[in-house]
């Protein structure tokens, strides 16, 4: 694996004169470590001042911390957790084993999907483990995957197929559906599940909570939704806010998140889609690699972190994000 820093062109695909504002014309990528198999869940520690992310098949996450001031920080890249999500020695080389999504709870704690143990757990700050959920209607969760906290405290989280060998058909897979879930005060509620969403993913809030948008990562309908979101937290007039199915590059929907101003960055086919929160296709940020999930990160919260299969990125942008702090 290679820490260290390496500064690169930005890509820019512009359909819309809005993006000046977003990526300035002297920005640069920067990728900060490469030769992981495929990253993801990336999430910004303020008390920390450091990233964590996945590496799936690796069944490991790690650590990311920025060069200090005084350069006792070096910037390398260190094993946080191995395991991080997979107890067992039963699956083969490469299986999407380990820890997927992750974020932190109102405690600073580590709350982490799991793919192959199908559970959500939360990393207290002894280092033990807490499962917040595990099964449901008593059959086991999928492949828990991507997780965000209502500011009411309630999580949200999506559940696909993917810690699977062999996916939808695989004989350990127990529910029927693919759904999105919410765990308040310790119950868990099926919130969604419909079987033309057959990859729910990536999931977000609007700056005012009101909006809930997911991402659908199926190649057949390569899609990100927005939901309603009531005064109890439920989800209702689920629709299709953005549709990319006709794109061939390479890249599914997958991970988002929302700044300030309530733009969404979606992770998908051959970059980070940038989109206006009225659905219009403000314009794609391309990187070597394509991107799996992505953060905001660093003091003013506009740095955006992106996980890209083998390989962490990294790019400056001109409005801060939302984030757990």
């Not at 004169?17 to 990526?23: Q, S, Y």
């Not at 490469?34 to 520690?45: A, Q, S, V, Y």
């Not at 996916?167 to 919410?182: I, N, Q, T």
């Not at 990536?202 to 990562?217: C, H, I, R």
Request: aromatic share 10%; net charge negative.
């Amino acid at each position: 694996m290679l820490f260290h820093t390496e500064s690169l062109p930005v890509e820019l695909t512009r359909a819309d004169a809005a993006l000046d504002r977003i990526v300035a014309s002297s920005a640069t990528i920067e990728r900060l470590g490469r030769g992981f198999i495929f990253t993801e869940g990336p999430i910004w520690r303020p008390r920390d001042n450091d990233l964590i992310f996945s590496d799936i098949p690796a069944n490991s996450a790690f650590r990311w911390r920025p060069v200090s001031a005084n350069g006792s920080k070096t910037g390398d890249i260190e094993l946080f957790r191995k395991p991080s999500g997979y107890w067992n020695t039963d699956l083969p080389p490469g299986a999407f084993l380990g820890s997927n999504g992750m974020t932190l709870d109102g405690n600073h704690r580590l709350v982490i999907c799991e793919h192959s143990s199908g559970r959500v757990t939360r990393l207290e700050h002894d280092l033990s483990l807490t499962v917040l959920a595990a099964t449901y209607d008593g059959k086991r969760l999928n492949s828990p995957n991507d997780c965000v906290h209502h500011s009411s405290g309630d999580l949200y989280f999506t559940d696909p197929p993917y810690g699977f060998v062999g996916m939808d058909d695989d004989p350990k897979k127990e529910l029927d559906f693919c759904g999105v879930y919410r765990i308040r005060q310790g119950k868990l509620q099926l919130l969604f599940k419909d079987p033309a969403v057959k990859r729910p993913n990536g999931l977000a809030f609007s700056p005012d909570e009101k909006v809930m948008y997911l991402s659908n990562s199926d190649p057949e309908r390569k899609i990100w939704m927005r939901f309603d979101v009531g005064d109890d937290g439920t989800l209702t007039n689920g629709s299709v806010f953005a549709d990319v199915t006709a794109q061939t590059a390479g890249g599914l929907p997958d991970g988002m998140k929302i700044d300030k101003e309530g733009t969404l960055y979606c992770t998908g086919p051959n970059g980070v889609w940038v989109f206006a929160p009225s659905g219009k296709h403000l314009g794609t940020i391309h990187f070597p690699e394509v991107p799996a999930n992505l953060h905001w990160g660093d003091a003013d919260a506009r740095m955006l972190y992106v996980t890209a299969r083998t390989g962490l990125y990294r790019i400056h942008l001109g409005v801060p994000g939302i984030r757990p702090e």
